[in-house]
Every structure is written in C-alpha cells, then in structure tokens.
C-alpha cells in the first residue's frame, strides 16, 4: 500500500541544534527495513557529532549550505548533493547559513529519532 506524508503530518523531535522531521520508519508501522526524515539546521547550528553503529546514513541535501564532517574527511553540501556515512562513522553536521540546511536523512536499517545523541546511547 502506498503511503503520503507531508511534512506537516512528519512527527517533529527536537534535537541538539536542529530540529529532525520523521516521516516514517519502524516506529509508525510504514517499514521496518528503512527510517527517513528531514533534518533542518538553523543557520550557524554546529551541534556535536554522533555515530550510527549499525545504521548507514544517506544523506540528500533538500536546501541551504554547510558539511558533513568525519574524522577522515569534509564532505561540503548544497542543494542536489548527497553524503553517505557508513555505519560505525563519527560524524557532525554545520550549518552555514544564511539560510536553514534541509537534509533528507535515510537510514537503513532503520533508526529510533534521537537514540544516538550523547548520553542516549548508540543504535
């Protein structure tokens, strides 16, 4: 069955210097092989790094200008470019600006919104 989620049905977490938009994943029942969101970076946001320990992350830049940085190498962002992380990557995102950084973030397997930042644990 196909599903359509607009942003403004998307559950919204709030996390450390961005605001993350879950469209769907395990957690809604849409699918348990793959979670996606959009995460959206105010301007000047350089919140800390996280790591992804059994997850990829591909990462589609939707608007705005910043990196995606790993201990081994800075991957510079724009509208139309995309990143991907292998698990078990340290990563952080900056944000640029003057306008917000809109990432399309698709993991698979899936990820729990959030269960990565500092002092949640890692998933």
């Known amino acids: 069955m196909v599903k359509r989620i607009a942003r403004e049905d998307a559950e919204i ?5 961005r ?5 769907f994943g395990p957690r809604d029942g849409t699918s348990d092989r793959v979670s996606l969101g959009v995460s959206v970076y105010p301007p000047g946001s350089t919140p800390a790094g996280h790591v992804h320990a059994a997850e990829e992350e ?3 830049c939707a ?3 910043g990196r995606i940085v790993t201990p081994d190498a800075t991957a510079e962002v724009w ?3 995309v990143v991907h992380v292998p698990p078990g990557t340290f990563h952080a995102t900056e944000a640029d600006g ?7 973030c698709i993991f ?3 990820v729990i919104s959030g269960s990565y930042e500092k002092g949640k644990g890692a998933t």
């Open 108 to 110: 698979t397997p899936p």
């Open 58 to 60: 591909t990462i589609y």
């Open 13 to 17: 977490v709030p996390l450390p210097g």
């Open 98 to 104: 003057p306008d917000p950084l809109e990432l399309i």
């Open 79 to 81: 509208p139309g470019v």
């Open 19 to 23: 605001v993350w938009h879950s469209y």
């Open 63 to 65: 608007a705005g200008h």
